[in-house]
């Protein structure tokens, strides 16, 4: 998909540090966002990326077939059920419509267990119940109130099959809202970034998608396969930092299921096929990581420098920078806690930044600007 920008519009714009560095937090941000709390329910808001839709059009597996026919196969009442739920869903996340929070041991088996059901066909032994008041409802039980909309969790951690429970309704709900919008005229993955770009083979967005499949690959050590869609898009003279104006590849890569819980972010330079960017999202990826006050992170600021400062060298070929900037309370979800120190490493007419995480020593997001 190529989008054209403006360069007479761009080319006097002189790039603050600050603009900078928000163009960098723009690389990173959403990493720790529990994507299985995506909203599907309105128009308006299904017109956001929701990966599931997705699967109904792209190459499919077996088993992504064989819940395909789950859903298109449900009765008549189960579906109009479903279609009354889409009409009445105001929330603006899903999660809002859960009685309490999802702890994280459900979210991670959830994740797990999705996967199951659209890649393995592993479906749960019976649906979830849906009652009209809550008063109906037995000790311990999942269920769906009509009255108030609200999937109501039990008390205690739910069990593998209750989560395949809520994972099969969310199927089944979605499934009915793609084809209420189809209804309508609006076609999921035309312009939504709903399914994978379609790529002609032996094009330069086919030598991109190579390219960001091989440094995936190396730096992630991720292979993608039909279960992932992925996005390419192509824009047209853009101004980077050493004055040139070049043409560009954003790659993205989103695991199909409830959400995002693994999804990876590459740019690249389509001269040469350098790396401008790649960054690691999604909940899984950093739910459960050790978190450290910003006194013990700042501590880690030293360490850290040593070991990205050699990675750049070692992967991209970077000598000593001339300066070099360290920010332990950055990446921050309570203000008082951090998980990652942020690098900025100048080096002459580039500036490098670095999500650096400090448990495993791992590069979350290498930006080059």
């Known amino acids: 998909m190529e989008n054209k920008i403006n360069k007479d519009l761009i080319s006097n714009i002189e790039i603050s540090d600050d603009m900078k560095r928000s163009i ?37 597996s077996a088993a992504i077939l064989g819940f395909r ?3 298109a196969n449900m ?14 869903d105001v929330f603006i996340s899903t999660d809002e419509g859960f009685s309490r929070s999802l702890t994280d041991s459900e979210i991670l088996r959830s994740i797990k267990l999705e996967r199951e059901y659209y890649d393995n066909g ?15 409802m037995k000790d311990g039980e999942l269920a769906y109130i009509t009255e108030n909309n609200i999937v109501y969790l039990p008390a205690d951690e739910m069990s593998d099959e209750q989560l395949l429970e809520y ?44 390219q960001a499949d091989k440094y995936l690959k190396e730096f992630y050590g991720v292979t993608t396969d039909d279960s992932w869609i992925v996005l390419v898009d192509r824009f047209e003279d853009v101004g980077i930092q050493s004055g040139a104006e070049v043409t560009i590849y954003d790659i993205d890569y989103f695991r199909l299921g409830l959400g995002y819980a693994n999804s990876y972010t590459l740019r690249i330079i389509e001269d040469d096929m350098s790396l401008m960017m790649i960054s690691e999202n999604g909940y899984e990826n950093f739910n459960g990581v050790k978190l450290y006050t910003f006194d013990e992170a700042k501590a880690k600021e030293a360490e850290g420098r040593a070991f990205v400062q050699d990675y750049l060298s070692k992967n991209f ?53």
């Not at 309105?42 to 699967?55: D, K």
């Not at 309508?184 to 190579?210: C, F, H, R, W, Y």
């Open 167 to 210: 994972i099969d309704h969310d199927a089944k709900k979605r499934y009915v809202n793609v084809q209420g919008l189809k209804e309508e005229g609006i076609e999921p993955g035309v312009n939504m970034a709903l399914e994978s770009t379609p790529i002609k083979e032996g094009s330069k967005d086919a030598k991109a998608k190579a």
């Open 69 to 71: 026919a789950r859903l």
């Open 122 to 136: 592993v479906f749960p032994e019976k649906s979830m119940a849906h009652y009209e008041t809550k008063s109906e």
């Open 317 to 369: 070929g970077y000598g000593e920078p001339n300066k070099v900037i360290a920010d332990s309370e950055r990446y921050s979800d309570d203000g008082k806690t951090t998980s990652c120190i942020d690098y900025e490493f100048d080096f002459d007419d580039t500036t490098v930044y670095v999500c650096y995480r400090i448990e495993d020593q791992r590069i979350i997001c290498y930006c080059k600007l």
């Open 75 to 88: 009765d008549v009442e189960e579906y109009q059920g479903y279609q009354t739920e889409v009409d009445n």
């Open 24 to 60: 960098y937090r723009n690389c990173i941000k959403g990493k720790r966002s529990a994507d299985f709390r995506f909203k599907y329910a309105t128009v308006l808001t299904a017109l956001i990326i929701v990966a599931v839709f997705g699967v109904f059009s792209i190459g499919a």
